[in-house]
């Protein structure tokens, strides 16, 4: 279970990552169908739920990769990452 929720985490970090192509291409993302596979993992091994703030925000990110896979997106999520984080400092 934690290692089908840790690649669910890691298929959403990959249109940020410097290994992934850029402008990344969400017309032939088949990142929502791997997370879905894992899903049933996820639920069926879990001793609580998680906690509603987890839910939203996956609700969120699942959407927007969603809504830019419909529209063919190509974006900079790499770039955008390094706008928002890149300058982020611990402490």
């Given at each position: 279970m934690v290692n089908?929720?840790?690649?669910?985490?890691?298929?959403?970090?990959?249109?940020?990552s410097k290994a992934s192509a850029q402008p990344f291409s969400f017309a032939s993302n088949e990142i929502p169908t791997a997370i879905r596979a894992l899903i049933p993992v996820m639920l069926e091994n879990r001793l609580t739920p998680p906690p509603k703030e987890t839910y939203s925000l996956n609700r969120k990110l699942s959407g927007a990769m969603l809504l830019c896979g419909r529209l063919k997106a190509e974006v900079h999520c790499h770039s955008v990452w390094e706008e928002v984080v890149g300058n982020y400092k611990l402490g």
């Open positions: 089908a929720h840790l690649d669910s985490l890691m298929l959403l970090g990959r249109p940020f």
